[in-house]
């Protein structure tokens, strides 16, 4: 089978994310994905989409290096995932649920957390790097809310802070792991919107997986849809309309 | 009071608890593990009983212990298959069963025993107080200089995997600073209560606090007052020390919901 799209192996940016073949179980027997190939180009703003339970987030956890694939290979900006030198690279934001901490965590307290991969874990934090949370938090827009506690914020907002804790890491890749659950239909919009900006002007690779994609639709280029494997992979606009809504995906 | 030699002593270490306790246990409400300190502290049981019958230093027993204990509860929930609190409750178990056999086959069921049960103020020497300083005074610096790390990592423990951050290396850091707190706060306020003072003026603090840095300062002032103010109590009053400053925490926990919820409705 051929490497997805556009993939040249040994170009000299590669590829931010390429999966080559991957099948995945986790009982063996009862494959969750099975032989996808999958090529994204640095760059590229593209929903990863499907039914829960499709394979989306153990799609999501092969690409991360967090699972390993039973067959076939999976390199993370052209190395393979589970042990990518250039992981600092990857701003991830997880589904809210599992964002933790007891304790009332500042805006600025949860952006600057995703500075460690570039400051280091001990000793204060330097100059240079305070400036770029506070860029990330301006980015997002919550400037005036930087001390605020993360909880008082609305939940559109405290996704901003999250998007501005991955940008402090100044990631090649952003990867964001359901981010409109719990946000209203304005506030998708706007972090749509946030996240096509982010794609232009930073050029940073956006992967966005959910089960919907209604808000991302009009700014992504490139739609996936999985379920078991790669169902569809083109342009939003070339989807069956059948599938638009994606509980129908499997029809 | 203070012109007592024992008292001063009682002080000065208990300054020193009251500062370490809530230090280390922040990190561990914010994992939510509020209960390690616990499963710790009966590890070190087990480890007083083995000083007792091998007829060395019960405290430095305690202390090796406890160490064992916390990289142990770590390694089993990260690595042993173990599910939810399981790992805490097979070494908070084991230790306590182990200690009860030591102790009477060391035939030490008596009131040298109690010392460390319930803590003893009067037991405490110079020699401790040197002990405490010192360790109390190591694992503070590493708490200062690994604040930033320590902290940012629990808000998204997964998002600083994939960043390659070296997650498990944090934790068992935060084990280690968790089993020296209870070898050495131990002598205060005793095994069974040792943990109390590192998690309740934490949650306490939680209730008022507007930041983590914040939460921390607040945790360690209510620690430390709580301590002192329980000694003070417990010296006039003649109640048990140890349990004097958990109940003073405990009662820093009532005001502080209280002022959280009245300044919440504001």
Not at chain 1, 119 to 127: A, E, T
Not at chain 1, 178 to 195: R, W, Y
Request: aromatic content about 4%.
């Amino acid at each position: 089978m051929q490497v997805g799209a556009g993939v040249a192996p040994r170009s000299p940016t590669p590829p931010a994310l390429e999966l080559r073949g991957v099948s995945f179980a986790y009982v063996p027997g009862r494959p969750v994905l099975e032989r996808v190939d999958l090529g994204v180009e640095q760059g590229e703003f593209v929903a990863i989409a499907g039914p829960n339970g499709g394979g989306k987030t153990t799609l999501l956890r092969l690409a991360l290096g967090l699972e390993r694939p039973d067959e076939g290979t999976v390199l993370l900006l052209g190395e393979p995932a589970e042990s990518c030198s250039r992981r600092r690279e990857v701003g991830y934001l997880a589904q809210r649920s599992q964002l933790g901490g007891e304790a009332p965590a500042t805006v600025r307290e949860v952006v600057a957390a995703g500075r460690l991969a570039r400051s280091g874990l001990l000793g204060p934090l330097r100059r240079r790097d305070r400036a770029v949370v506070d860029e990330a938090i301006a980015r997002v827009g919550l400037t005036e809310r930087a001390r605020a506690p993360l909880r008082t914020l609305s939940g559109g907002m405290q996704q901003r802070a999250f998007i501005a804790k991955a940008l402090a890491s100044e990631p090649s890749l952003l990867v964001l792991d359901e981010p409109t659950t719990g946000v209203d239909a304005d506030a998708q919009e706007a972090l749509a919107s946030l996240l096509d900006e982010l794609n232009r002007e930073l050029g940073a690779t956006v992967l966005y997986v959910s089960h919907e994609f209604g808000a991302v639709e009009g700014h992504v280029r490139r739609l996936v849809l999985v379920r078991g494997g790669i169902v569809f992979d083109g342009a939003p606009q070339d989807l069956p309309g059948l599938w638009h809504d994606p509980s129908h995906a499997h029809a | 009071m203070l012109e007592l030699e024992f008292m001063r002593l009682a002080f000065a270490v208990g300054a020193v608890v009251g500062v370490l306790a809530p230090a280390v246990g922040f990190f561990l409400v914010q994992r939510r593990q509020s209960l390690v300190g616990d499963g710790i502290g009966h590890v070190a049981f087990a480890g007083v009983a083995a000083g007792y019958l091998l007829d060395v230093s019960p405290a430095l027993a305690a202390l090796v212990a406890s160490l064992t204990g916390a990289v142990a509860i770590e390694w089993l929930r990260t690595r042993g298959r173990t599910v939810g609190d399981q790992a805490l409750a097979l070494v908070f178990y084991t230790g306590i069963a182990l200690g009860v056999v030591l102790v009477s086959s060391a035939g030490a069921l008596d009131v040298n025993l109690f010392q460390y049960l319930f803590g003893s103020i009067l037991s405490v020497s110079r020699g401790d107080l040197v002990l405490v300083a010192a360790l109390g005074a190591a694992a503070l610096l590493a708490v200062a200089v690994a604040y930033r790390g320590l902290a940012g990592v629990t808000l998204d423990e997964e998002g600083a995997r994939v960043q390659g951050l070296p997650v498990d290396r944090l934790n068992v850091l935060v084990a280690l600073l968790a089993a020296t707190t209870v070898a050495v706060a131990m002598r205060i306020v005793g095994i069974l209560l040792v943990a109390a003072l590192m998690v309740l003026p934490v949650i306490a603090a939680g209730r008022v606090a507007r930041s983590m840095l914040q939460t921390l300062a607040l945790a360690v002032a209510v620690g430390l007052g709580s301590v002192l103010a329980g000694l003070t109590l417990s010296y006039y009053a003649d109640l048990a020390p140890g349990g004097t400053i958990v109940l003073v925490a405990a009662a820093c926990f009532v005001v502080a919901s209280l002022a959280g919820t009245v300044a919440g409705r504001r």
